[in-house]
């Protein structure tokens, strides 16, 4: 990877840095659009501006007069497919995944079912709980524990790692405090890791892979956003093979699920050395902390380098 990476836009751009928005997230995406819109400005992109995304977002983007918007939203809104459609009909090109690929990642059992249609994608076995389902029944197959998710969460909110099917009914009640649907998923004895996937030239690429090992029994939101509370191996230290499969995974499910530009999978790999994908983030955090600029950086991909990639990829549905 060359150290810069040579800009596809033209530097009197007026780019809007679209952060905060109405979803859980807003205020990591305000740290995210802060590190994005500073890069961009480094970067000569002297027109860019952030803009903080609330119901009036439309009448923004068009008294603007924006040439480029660069998402740094999180969540719902922004992560979801309504931003990008929004965009879409305004017709301003836009960072990262469009509506289609934005709409099925966000929802977990949704990815799963895009990317089980592939070839050597593994996934952990799971049962999909639609409100009014009997969830005894449907779990019957399933071998315990097991992990009770809200479909569209992030942040390990509503989530819930199930023993025995006595403690089934409360974690299902839990997770239904944040959406009607309900994925029931059996938990994966293993290592927990996330890789980035860019766009360079036309070309996806994965980025270095890193390990996450929460000081918790599993990556909550404890672990998340509590410093010392999680280790982070970077690279991660698997074999190669298994480091190429990962990487070659990532990349196929950012394909299968119609990723642009950019996105972040997660994975568990399991004690039997399979990596089972468990979600695609569409609009992964670009704070300094955050793990993809990270997994960027030891791969010699500089913060600003990183913000630039993505900028390139910006466009609209074709
Ligand atoms: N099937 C599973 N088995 C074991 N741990 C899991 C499983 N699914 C998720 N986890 C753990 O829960 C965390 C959050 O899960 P994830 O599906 O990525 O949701 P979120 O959108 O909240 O990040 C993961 O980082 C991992 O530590
Ligand atoms: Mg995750």
């Not at 509506?99 to 977990?108: D, F, G, H, L, P």
Request: glycine share 8%; hydrophobic share 35%; charged share 25%.
């Amino acid at each position: 990877m060359p150290n810069t990476i040579q800009s596809k836009i033209d530097k009197n751009s007026k780019i809007a840095v679209l952060c905060g928005g109405l979803s859980s997230e807003a205020e990591i995406s305000r740290r995210s659009g802060k590190g994005c819109y500073e890069a961009l400005q480094r970067l000569g992109y002297k027109n860019s501006e952030l803009v903080e995304v609330d119901k009036n977002i439309a009448q923004k983007l068009k008294d603007g007069k924006y040439d480029y918007a660069y998402n740094a939203l999180h969540g719902k809104y922004g992560e979801d497919g309504c931003i990008q459609g929004l965009l879409e009909i305004l017709q301003i090109p836009y960072t990262g995944c469009g509506v289609m690929s934005s709409a099925i990642c966000m929802n977990k059992e949704f990815t799963k079912r895009v990317l089980a249609a592939c070839d050597d994608i593994p996934l952990a076995k799971s049962v999909f709980v639609r409100k009014g389902q009997d969830v005894k029944k449907m779990t019957a197959e399933l071998t315990f524990p097991v992990f009770t998710k809200p479909v569209s969460e992030g942040s390990s909110f509503g989530m819930t790692k199930v023993n025995t099917p006595q403690e089934l009914d409360s974690a299902y009640k839990e997770a239904l405090k944040y959406n009607d649907d309900v994925l029931i998923e059996e938990f994966i004895n293993g290592a927990f890791v996330t890789v980035g996937v860019l766009e360079k030239d036309g070309k996806n690429f994965a980025t270095e892979i890193l390990e996450i090992r929460p000081k918790n029994e599993w990556y909550d939101y404890e672990s998340k956003y509590t410093p010392g509370m999680s280790e982070f191996i970077l690279p991660a230290e698997l074999p190669p093979e298994l480091t190429e499969r990962v990487k070659d995974i990532a990349v196929k499910a950012h394909e299968a699920a119609g990723c642009r530009g950019v996105s972040r999978v997660d994975f568990m790999i399991g004690d039997n050395g399979v990596p089972y994908v468990i979600e695609i983030n569409t609009s992964p955090g670009m704070t300094a902390t955050s793990d993809l600029p990270a997994q960027s950086k030891v791969m010699g991909i500089s913060y600003d380098n990183l913000v630039q990639i993505i900028l390139n990829g910006a466009g609209l549905n074709k």
